[in-house]
C-alpha cells in the first residue's frame, strides 16, 4: 500500500506565506513526477506546480513567482512554499505522485487527502 500525507494547511492573512509538505510512505519502488494541485469551492481541481525525479519544475501561469515547488527523494516528500497569498489562493490543496511499486512493473498516480488552505482578506 501506498500512502501520500499533506500537512501545513492552514489560516493566513492575504500576503502570508505557508509551507504545504507531502510525504509518500508504503511499498515504492521509484517515484516519477510529483506535484500539487488544488480545488476551490465549486470549482474543478487544477495543477499548482509539479517537480520531476531530476528537479524540473512546472508552474500554473496563477502562482508563477509566488509559490516554489522542491522535492526531498530521499524522504520521498515534495514540499510547497506558498508567498505573497491571495484571496484566490484558498483551496484544498492535493499532493499528486506518479509512482511505481515494489512489484508492479507499471507507474500510477496516487493522491493525498488534501489539505484545507484559507487566505483571508
Known amino acids: 500500500q501506498v500512502q501520500l500525507v499533506e500537512s501545513g494547511g492552514g489560516l493566513v492573512q492575504a500576503g502570508g506565506s505557508l509551507r504545504l509538505s507531502c510525504a509518500a510512505s508504503?511499498?515504492?519502488?521509484?517515484?516519477?513526477?510529483m506535484g500539487w494541485y488544488r480545488q476551490a469551492p465549486g470549482k474543478q481541481r487544477e495543477l499548482v506546480a509539479t517537480?520531476?525525479?531530476?528537479?524540473?519544475?512546472n508552474y500554473a501561469g496563477s502562482v508563477k513567482g509566488r509559490f516554489t515547488i522542491s522535492r526531498d527523494n530521499a524522504k520521498n516528500t515534495v514540499y510547497l512554499q506558498m508567498n505573497s497569498l491571495k484571496p484566490e489562493d484558498t483551496a484544498v490543496y492535493y499532493c499528486?505522485?506518479?509512482?511505481?511499486?515494489?512489484?508492479?512493473?507499471?507507474?500510477?498516480?496516487?493522491w493525498g487527502k488534501g489539505t484545507l488552505v484559507t487566505v483571508s482578506s
Open positions: 499528486n505522485a506518479n509512482l511505481r511499486q515494489l512489484g508492479f512493473l507499471l507507474y500510477k498516480d496516487y
Open positions: 508504503g511499498s515504492i519502488f521509484s517515484i516519477n513526477t
Open positions: 517537480i520531476t525525479s531530476g528537479g524540473s519544475t
